[in-house]
Every structure is written in structure tokens, then in C-alpha cells.
């Protein structure tokens, strides 16, 4: 029995799907999509909405079974960086635009989201003009399982987003954020301090 932390390597490149069935759906999205990097791997039952001509998706990158991503209208985009992660049932959902860097680490049941309705008090909501704004997501991030991210929202460079969190407004690179809103508790150290 184990008394404390230990260091484990990550299987989720060592272990994904190879099979026949697999390359086959990986090559229908390759000729859907806007871009497909060379060693991308979408898993069955990842679901591009509406208009996946709208979306690129870097080299060696991986998209976990149920993620669902959707540019909402024809000049909507969404860029996914090389080498970056998007875990189970994570939902991309872009009016405008949604960036997500390179090397990033989005976990599973993830919400990102770059419109907002209108909350006008004298008309029904589902009548209202919608606003939009970029969602912009820096490289070597890692949003924890459950994590919302707003319209508008900048993630700086090697931010961290602990689970749960809801992001409604900008955070600093190496930023370590938590709550509802979301806030800074700390902030990533380079291991020779201690962290």
C-alpha cells in the first residue's frame, strides 16, 4: 500500500485506438475538416457540429470520445494547437472564434464558450441578440475536468484551471486559478523553488 504521491507516466498516447475502424473514421474527418495534423487521432464518437470546415486541428493532437465541436455559423473558427488534449465530453462551442495553444491539457466534461445571450428585462431571452468574444487559450495549459471558460476570456501560457472552476474573466500566465468565478491561488513555480 502506498503511503504517498507517486510519479506516474500517462498512458493516453501508449493507449489509443489502432484498429481498422479507427483510421477509416479519422480519414472521413481528415477530408471534413478545415485541417487535420499528421498523428492527430480523433476517437469514434468525437462529433464535429455545423460547420467543421471552420476547424483546424494541430499535429499529434487528441480528441477524446464525446467531444463535441462546433463552430456555430460559417465565419465562426476553431483552432485546436499540436500535441494538446481534449478529454471526454468536452463541448468547443465558437460564434466568433476559440484558440486553444499547443500542449494543452483539457480534461474531461469541459465547457468553452464564446457567446452570451441577451438578459434584457422586457423581452424573452430566447429572443434577444446574442454578443460574442474570441476565447483565447495560451500553450502548456491544463483546464482540470469540469472547467467552464466564458466569452472573452484570455488563459495565459502555462495557466492552471482547477476542477469545477468557472473562468469569466482573464488569467496571467503560470497562473494557478480555482473557484466559482474563478480566482488565483497560486502560481507555478519552476521546480528549483520548491514546487
Not at 109 to 120: M, P, Q, R, T, W
Not at 144 to 162: E, F, M, N
Request: one cysteine or more; glycine letters at 12%.
Amino acid at each position: 500500500m502506498s503511503t504517498g504521491r507517486q510519479r506516474v507516466d500517462g498512458g493516453v498516447r501508449k493507449y489509443l485506438d489502432r484498429s481498422l475502424a479507427q483510421r477509416m473514421e479519422q480519414r472521413r474527418w481528415a477530408r471534413r475538416l478545415g485541417a487535420l495534423g499528421d498523428g492527430a487521432h480523433l476517437e469514434r464518437g468525437v462529433e464535429f457540429l455545423r460547420h467543421p470546415e471552420r476547424v483546424a486541428i494541430g499535429a499529434n493532437a487528441i480528441l477524446k470520445a464525446g467531444a463535441r465541436i462546433c463552430p456555430t455559423n460559417p465565419t465562426a473558427s476553431i483552432a485546436i494547437g499540436e500535441w494538446t488534449t481534449v478529454g471526454y465530453h468536452t463541448h468547443v462551442f465558437a460564434t466568433s472564434e476559440i484558440r486553444i495553444g499547443a500542449n494543452c491539457l483539457i480534461a474531461p466534461f469541459c465547457y468553452l464558450v464564446d457567446a452570451n445571450h441577451g438578459i434584457a428585462r422586457e423581452r424573452l431571452i430566447r429572443e434577444q441578440p446574442m454578443s460574442t468574444e474570441p476565447i483565447a487559450i495560451g500553450d502548456d495549459v491544463w483546464l482540470g475536468t469540469g472547467v467552464t471558460v466564458l466569452a472573452g476570456v484570455t488563459i495565459g501560457d502555462g495557466a492552471v484551471v482547477g476542477a469545477g472552476s468557472v473562468v469569466s474573466s482573464d488569467v496571467h500566465p503560470y497562473a494557478v486559478m480555482s473557484g466559482v468565478p474563478a480566482v488565483q491561488v497560486a502560481e507555478r513555480r519552476s521546480h528549483t523553488d520548491g514546487r
